[in-house]
């Protein structure tokens, strides 16, 4: 059944997934943004936007009024201050608490749920961290998103709670990460430790468990870390990257002592001239080995499973990245200088590429099809999009457009396979190759067409 659902941080990275995952589900998106808030990740969405901030009473009462459930997204992650992580994580997220308990004055409340951080958990050691073991948080950050949690469980008894803890996050949209994918496509990988052990979750993985504890009657008074896959090495993120963008970097060893003694050292200097890559109380965090997260909890209670491993979640993120020209890969550089030459044909029983740098929409890595193929024949192919997740058909001859027989034969196959649904032949994604997404509808949304735009 539908809900209204209010996301505060609505227009960031994460919280625009978020929105996006409930507006795919049917239900209604009130978004709390402040006044200076950037919302090019919420326009041409059916959003009501509400403006207000954590520390204002009266816009946080409008905000909460009339809703079903509620996704505290909104917080602080970078602060020269250490009472802004405090004012805005643990405050902030009391105030909103006092605003629903003085609107809903009954027993039907609204379920509340807090986006919290693995560093609220704090490292982990031999073992992977699980929901049970004793929070030991190593930075006001981490300390700021505990008290946040501890806050909301004091209110338990009357509200209907519930907290999930991701890991790094990655995937469309995310800025923090884009500095690596940029370092990597000019064959350059810096390796801080070959024993750090760490827990990524896509971003779009995140917002589909967020979803399924804001419904769940399992996820109610419970905690839950958001960690779908195993942790893996440090240098094995880095390498996926490398292999998704066809290079071959060379790694720089970056030694922790270094980094302990001397980016105190270089920091102010870096602070007055440019944007550091990371702020200076963020630095035990990057020097601690181990930061492993049991996802099995949410396995077990609620049925969660990810969608996007390792591969195929850096495989779509590195294509968005190039989608939006936030990230160009020697490929790319090559096709601007003209060098460069886009074919496929059919070799053995998969569809091979004669230039191994191709990576068609995610259609294939390092020369092969990674997608579930529906089927094929001698002119075109349909996998599943690894940016949308449908259907789609991809001419294997090089050219931009289908023919008239084309598409009929085209959509034709989709009805045989899929049954009703609308065949979207508008050009998008893979500049000068044909290709074809099949939708549940026509004329679909924006959001519905493209969740990561």
């Not at 720089?252 to 105190?264: A, D, E, R, T």
């Not at 270089?266 to 965090?285: A, R, W």
């Not at 070799?347 to 590429?353: A, G, Q």
């Not at 289908?402 to 998008?428: C, H, M, V, W, Y």
Request: aromatic share 8%; with cysteine.
């Amino acid at each position: 059944m539908a809900s209204t659902v209010l996301v505060t941080g609505a227009n960031g990275f994460v919280g625009s997934h978020i929105v996006d995952c409930l507006l795919r589900h049917g239900n209604k998106v009130r978004a709390m943004v402040r006044h200076t808030s950037d919302l090019s990740w919420l326009e041409n969405k059916p959003v009501e936007i509400c403006y207000g901030t954590l520390d204002d009473l009266p816009s946080l009462l409008t905000a909460v009024e009339g809703v079903d459930r509620i996704v505290h997204n909104a917080g602080v992650v970078a602060a020269k201050q250490k009472y802004l992580y405090f004012l805005h994580n643990s405050e902030g997220t009391h105030n909103l608490i006092k605003a629903v308990l003085q609107v809903y004055t009954g027993n039907s409340r609204p379920r509340f749920l807090l986006v919290s951080s693995q560093t609220a958990a704090g490292p982990s050691g031999t073992k992977w961290k699980t929901e049970d073991d004793p929070p030991s948080p190593i930075t006001d950050y981490g300390r700021s998103k505990l008290l946040a949690e501890s806050t909301l469980m004091r209110y338990s008894d009357q509200l209907p709670v519930t907290i999930v803890r991701p890991p790094s996050v990655y995937g469309p949209r995310d800025r923090a990460f884009l500095p690596l994918f940029e370092l990597i496509s000019r064959n350059l990988m810096p390796m801080v430790g070959p024993n750090h052990l760490v827990s990524f979750v896509h971003v779009q993985d995140l917002a589909r468990q967020i979803d399924l504890q804001l419904e769940h009657e399992n996820a109610v008074g419970e905690i839950f870390n958001a960690a779908p896959f195993n942790p893996i090495r440090l240098h094995e993120f880095g390498d996926t990257i490398a292999s998704v963008l066809n290079a071959e970097p060379r790694q720089v060893p970056i030694p922790p002592s270094l980094l302990k003694h001397g980016y105190p050292l270089v920091y102010p200097l870096l602070n007055t001239i440019t944007q550091p890559p990371f702020q200076i109380d963020k630095l035990p965090d990057l020097l601690t080995e181990r930061w492993t997260l049991d996802g099995s909890k949410a396995a077990e209670k609620l049925g969660f499973e990810g969608k996007l491993p390792l591969m195929a979640g850096v495989g779509q993120t590195a294509e968005w990245y190039r989608w939006k020209k936030w990230l160009t890969t020697k490929r790319d550089r090559k096709r601007q200088s003209g060098k460069a030459r886009t074919y496929m044909r059919p070799m053995s029983d998969s569809l091979k590429l004669y230039d191994e740098g191709c990576d068609l929409c995610g259609l294939a890595f390092d020369g092969e099809v990674k997608t579930p193929v529906h089927y094929e024949d001698d002119d075109f192919i349909i996998v599943d999009c690894m940016i949308c997740h449908v259907p789609m058909a991809v001419l294997k001859e090089h050219r931009a457009k289908f023919t008239p027989q084309e598409k009929e034969r085209i959509t034709a196959k989709f009805q045989e396979l899929f049954g009703n649904a609308s065949t979207d032949f508008e050009q998008r994604r893979i500049p000068d190759h044909a290709h074809v997404h099949n939708r549940t509808f026509g004329h679909s949304p924006p959001w519905t067409q493209r969740p990561d735009s």
